[in-house]
């Protein structure tokens, strides 16, 4: 007799808590080198914990359980306010960012809109100076102490500086 190179291996899985945003199910695997990956979601404010049960199946014979027991941790809610600012003056952040299980362990802010963060760290209000009138689009993201992000881009007007005119009769 002879034992095939790559039999497939059949994956089989419950899972103990459906507000993790998965449906029971199974995939099969068609060799040993493939893996199965899924996404859980956490819409609430709080970690959720599930069990997930995985039983596998190869040629027919299946395998014994085993469980394997993980935490959905929530995103963080990243929000900010900025202050009136006009061009060539400081202009003040500040972030009343939230989440419900654990806290916020990093602030990364983009002011310029370019997809890099000018500033990363544990500074929740910082400032910044823009030297260009009209509308700035600034972007937050927030990193929790459990790894989870989330990102938040708000416009906001830089007013032009006034410039004084002086009539002067002949």
Do not use: R
């Not at 014994?64 to 900010?80: A, E, K, Q």
């Not at 910082?126 to 929790?144: A, E, Q």
């Not at 989330?150 to 007013?159: K, R």
């Amino acid at each position: 007799s002879s034992i095939p190179n790559d039999p497939a291996t059949i994956y089989s899985w419950v899972h103990s808590n459906a507000s993790i945003g998965l449906t029971q199910g199974s995939a099969a695997i068609v060799n040993s080198a493939s893996t199965n990956t899924f996404t859980a979601t956490n819409i609430n404010n709080v970690a959720i914990n599930s069990t997930f049960t995985v039983f596998t199946t190869l040629n027919g014979c299946p395998s014994t359980p085993v469980n394997y027991t993980f935490t959905v941790n929530p995103l963080p809610v990243p929000i900010f306010a900025s202050s009136h600012t006009c061009e060539g003056q400081a202009t003040n952040f500040a972030s009343s960012s939230s989440v419900g299980t654990g806290s916020i362990a990093t602030y990364q802010w983009d002011f310029d809109n370019n997809g890099s963060y000018e500033l990363s760290g544990t500074n929740a209000s910082p400032s910044t100076t823009f030297l260009t009138p009209g509308t700035h689009t600034i972007h937050l993201n927030t990193i929790t102490d459990k790894g989870c992000s989330d990102d938040i881009a708000l416009p906001m007007y830089v007013y032009p500086k006034p410039i004084p005119t002086i009539a002067v009769d002949d």
